[in-house]
């Protein structure tokens, strides 16, 4: 190794350092110049995932009753004000009791007979809850609440579940205390046949069903144990039209029955392609309020202008706090014929 | 309708015959006097109805519906063979007049369409593939089926980030972020795999519930997947890879995350995948970054792509403590349930549809394992009291959807047509009975049951259980 004047040093150095960089990251990659190296910052931006463990839980904490006032504002148009609303989601709270929270099984999943089952009736793990508010609630506005009102929120479920005392205060220091009381903590099972790995997570078995390969008179007859219900023949809509109409077969219903329905109202169809009927109904709030309770609402008063204005830019407080958002890729045009739509009492036809 | 059947060609000669395809006119076909008149002999009046038949297939469908054997004159023979028709006679359409091209305006039928009344939001839901009208096994892009969890975005490629990290530091020595320009330049393989939600044919556990082979099995899809090995990635990045668990999110407003178990990810099957069929991946399915995880549910298959975690334990997600989670008969419910077993169904004929005369079909479905190659398929006309093995197209491959077909001649009695698949480990797919059995009917999940198609003597197929 040669040796530089001390006048050449500090260019040399300088000019090494992306060198021997260079060099070094050559030598330990197998794709130079593929990908970089992510950042503390990035990392902890994007690395929100909490496990089972409580393992990534940011510290924090967050009352029922500060629960409530966000739940109000920002849950309960979907989930009803007590969890319990069936309109936009399965339900959130119910069939659980105070037994199901000693034993750790909730007891109506028994029950054949027992009417849906609700998130706080199947999850086990508290964890799942406060991973998922805090990376996909609000359904409209994911990832905006502050990781206190997630656990105000969470405070808020479980208090509505019974879980939780109303004045209770959910916090990284005591989540695993509640932990405990999950009513279903108990209730998976990991021994089937359906992981694809052999890691311990769950415990291997056959599969459990064995059906053979019998080729000739594998039973005396063939019993037909169900049909299509008389209210399914009609509920998707009209068959004829849902298969090619050439071919080895037809659609049922071509036959010299009636011709397929004539087309929605265009109006209408304007407001299903725009994405307006995923929040709203024609006659029913969803998200937000039905068409014609809008209609209703406005009748004989001179709003257009108006609520072209509220479509384009969104708004809340009329209907609910569910906001709604800006429509800022709707045309003038089309936010026009809308309203003039939606005002004439939304004909679907 | 008697008007109209009289339209059919009197004297029609044996060989041009064919009465049994032969489907009442639609209303206003002909107009009364057109009846009256064809009827009196007036041939000509064939070639103006057939202007009309022309005109309505290009508004509607009704045309078809219209079998073209009733209208073959019995002396001269098929107008559109003795009349020079447009396409024939005329100039035709320049090159790149759809420089993106699309299907025949004849296959507007041919589409995904969602159950009604199954979601109450379009963007936390489901659109169903039309098997009753695809070929072979690959799914045109545009009719793979959807299932979206907060809504879709076409994420612009230049912004789009794909991280890999480890749940302790020490799990990936040197946590990478890889842009699109990054992951294409990385080595890639491209590999033929179904996808198949979860709750595929979950409407059906307890009972009959949907119409079609559309609604039964239609969130079902296959596709060439061209992406990188996520070996290769997590190797780049120094991951330990004897931790049991990666963990996959994506970048949509669910930020989907499932657990993948690592000795997928070692022996190469998951895939970073960027293409589909040929193109860069649809919006839809994920543009421009998706996980391919063969012969899992494809819940697992994370859209939008954004982040892999290393980790030693697994992540109990929302999809993987409340929802995909198999409630059984005692209560529990099964967790980490994920590989799609061996399953297959007749898509022709199949529920809503009609066979319009006895004679010759050839029976044909899809049939598939999330364990590995279909070995076999039977197809049974009676309801599962005799078999005859069908005919395999191939290529089969691992964890890919199967064409099978049988030839069949249908005696116009009535017949309950069934498939049963048998995969290259042995097993063979279940009856209603046998899996309701074990697993009862609230699993909502995995129901690969054999599929009975009724056919009524009228022709009409529908869909009912056997068990």
Sequence with gaps: ?349 | MAKNEELIPVETPEGLKKPGRIQKAPENFLTPTEVEQVTKGRRDFLRGSFMAAVAAAVTGRNAFAQDASALVDAKTGDPYILQPQTWATTLGKGVATAPYGLPSKFESDVIRRPSPGLTQTTQSSVSFSPLQSMFGIITASGLHFERHHQGWYDIDPSMHRLMVNGSSPEFVKKPKVYTMDDIMRMPFVSRIHFIECGANTGMEWGNVAVPTVQYTHGMLSCSEFTGVPLRLLLEDCGADMTKKFVLAEGADGSAMTRTIPMEMVLNDEVLVAYGMNGEMMRPENGYPLRLVVPGVQGVSWVKWLRRIEVGDQPYATKDEAVHYIDLMKDGQHRQYTSIQECKSVICTPSGGQKLLEKGYYTISGLAWSGRGKIKQVDVSTDGGVNWKRAKLETPIQSKALTRFSLPWNWDGKTAILQSRAVDDTGFVQPSYGQLRAVRGTRSIYHNNAIQSWGVAENGDVSNVQVL
């Excluded at chain 1, 040669?2 to 197998?30: E, T």
């Excluded at chain 1, 849902?242 to 036959?255: D, L």
């Excluded at chain 1, 609520?307 to 045009?333: A, C, E, F, I, R």
């Design chain 1, 1 to 349: 190794m040669f040796k530089f004047s001390n006048a050449m040093k500090p260019a040399f150095a300088l000019a090494l350092v992306p060198l021997l960089f260079a060099a070094q990251s050559s030598a330990a990659d197998k794709y130079p110049g593929v990908g970089r190296t992510a950042t503390p910052a990035e990392i902890q931006a994007w690395d929100i995932d909490v496990r089972p463990d409580f393992k990534g839980l940011p510290k924090g904490s967050g009352s029922v009753e500060q629960g409530q006032v966000i739940w109000e504002n920002k849950c309960a148009s979907c989930h009803g004000t007590f969890g319990e609303n069936n309109t936009v989601f399965t339900p959130l709270v119910g069939g659980t009791t105070k037994e199901d929270i000693k034993t750790g099984n909730v007891a109506n999943l028994k029950r054949n007979d027992y009417p849906g089952r609700t998130t706080i009736m199947k999850v086990s793990s508290l964890s799942t809850l406060w991973d998922y508010i805090h990376r996909a609630m609000p359904w409209n506005a994911p990832k905006t609440l502050s990781n206190d009102d997630v656990y105000a929120v969470l405070a808020y479920l479980l208090n509505l579940a019974e879980i939780v005392p109303d004045d209770f205060t959910l916090s990284n220091s005591n989540i695993q205390d509640v932990q405990k009381l999950m009513p279903n903590r108990n209730g998976m099972m990991r021994k089937h046949a359906m992981w694809p790995g052999k890691s311990g997570l769950v415990t291997a078995t056959p599969p459990d069903t064995k059906n053979t390969t019998c080729m000739t008179n594998c039973k005396p007859n063939a019993t037909v144990s169900s049909t299509l219900p008389d209210y399914a023949q009609t509920s998707h809509g009209e068959l004829a039209t849902q298969v090619r109409p050439f071919g080895q077969t037809r659609g049922q219903g071509a036959a010299g029955g009636t011709p397929a329905k004539t087309a929605h109202n265009p109006d209408y169809a304007l407001a299903e392609k725009s994405g307006c009927t995923a929040c709203h109904g024609i006659n029913q709030k969803i998200v937000g309020p039905g068409f014609t309770e809008i209609a209703d609402k406005y009748k004989g008063q001179d709003v257009t202008s108006k609520l072209v204005t509220k479509v384009k830019n969104g708004g809340s407080g009329v209907w609910g706090s569910m906001p709604m958002p800006p429509q800022t890729d709707l045309k003038d045009s089309d936010a026009q014929a809308l309203v003039k739509w939606i005002l004439s009492g939304a004909p679907t036809q």
